[in-house]
């Protein structure tokens, strides 16, 4: 590790950044969750908002930190991470989320999050500071997750099915009005056990860098409680502009539908978390949903909106990382 001397004033304000990030993250990410919920009228948005945001600070209590591993020491080489590498990848990563937010576009903080990394890290030291089997395990889950989230979505549909073909529509619907409160609550679940720990790892490497943790140190408890608090807090402002995207613009969901994305898209996302994958919650449901959307056909399923959606996550590692790298050189300039 570099002997590097960071003064206090840099020390908080790369925290409050990462804070921030976290928060954006949360807030950008609601839809991922509460879509379903909203577009199928079982809970007004902002009481979905609430409900969500509950269950992000809730992983608090559930999960282990291999995820805040993985980004903290199995993404890009700690020995070369300063305060502008953490700096370049924050900014890089918030622009991002921005834009994407601005327009609409499910893309992924996760992802944005990891090119703003790797974009810092190989400006300063190029690609020899990749550690290139977290960032290739990485990249293999922008197809994997979506795939995963896509069958359990569908699997679940069709057994649902299968199970009420004899029952009355308006007894099926009021069962899943309740049960899609519950998987609602699983994926927010899920949601802040894999995203929050992102964060967790990022300030995590700003106190290595400070020489106030080590590699083999634990992470300390206010990092863990800081970054589920400010996931939570963004879950709790929303963002509308997804919502209407992930929630009718791809398939059109009943309670059912809706009550099966979501148990599919917590599925996969109990899976990651439990191997220290960091996905993107964004890919996720949007497998699921596309999934239980073709169960009734695949002319039920708007693929164009789901090209789109692609293209928003195929370009956000290589976006953000650009990002990240002229961040990084006006860290040089500013901090």
């Not at 890009?76 to 370049?88: A, K, L, T």
Request: glycine letters at 12%; a positive charge; proline letters at 3%.
């Amino acid at each position: 590790m570099e002997n590097l001397t960071i003064g206090y004033g840099v020390l908080v304000t790369l925290i409050v950044v990462a804070l921030l990030f976290d928060f954006m993250n949360g807030f950008h990410d609601a839809a991922n969750s509460i879509a379903t919920v909203v577009s199928t009228r079982v809970l007004k948005p902002h009481h979905a908002v609430l409900w969500a945001a509950s269950f992000n600070f809730l992983a608090y209590f559930f999960f282990h930190l291999k995820v805040a591993s993985t980004i903290g020491k199995g993404t890009i080489d700690p020995s070369i991470v300063d305060h502008y590498v953490i700096f370049g990848a924050l900014i890089g990563a918030i622009a991002w989320n921005i834009i994407t937010w601005y327009y609409g576009i499910p893309s992924s903080s996760s992802h944005a999050l990891v090119g703003g990394l790797v974009g810092a890290a190989v400006v300063k030291a190029g690609f020899g500071s990749l550690v290139a089997s977290g960032v290739l395990k990485i990249i293999a889950f922008i197809f994997i997750a979506p795939l995963l989230g896509f069958v359990f979505g569908g699997l679940m549909m069709v057994i649902i099915s299968w199970l009420c073909r004899n029952t009355a529509p308006r007894k099926v619907d009021k069962t899943f009005r309740r049960l899609q409160l519950l998987s609602a609550a699983a994926y927010s679940l899920g949601h802040g056990g894999n995203d929050a720990q992102k964060t967790i790892g990022i300030i995590w490497l700003i106190l290595i860098t400070a020489g106030l943790s080590t590699t083999e140190s634990e992470i300390p408890g206010w990092v863990v409680f800081a970054c589920y608090t400010a996931m939570g807090l963004g879950t709790m402002f929303g963002g509308w502009r997804i919502v209407k995207t992930m929630g009718n613009r791809i398939t059109k969901l009943n309670q059912p539908r809706g009550f099966c994305a979501n148990s599919g898209g917590a599925f996969t996302l109990f899976i990651a978390s439990a191997f220290g994958i960091p996905v993107s919650t964004t890919h996720t449901i949007t497998g699921a949903i596309a999934g239980v959307g073709t169960t009734r056909g695949t002319k039920q399923v708007r693929w164009g909106v789901a090209g789109g959606i692609v293209w928003a996550w195929i370009l956000t590692i290589p976006c953000s990382a650009i990002m990240a790298a002229l961040a990084w050189y006006m860290g040089q300039l500013i901090l």
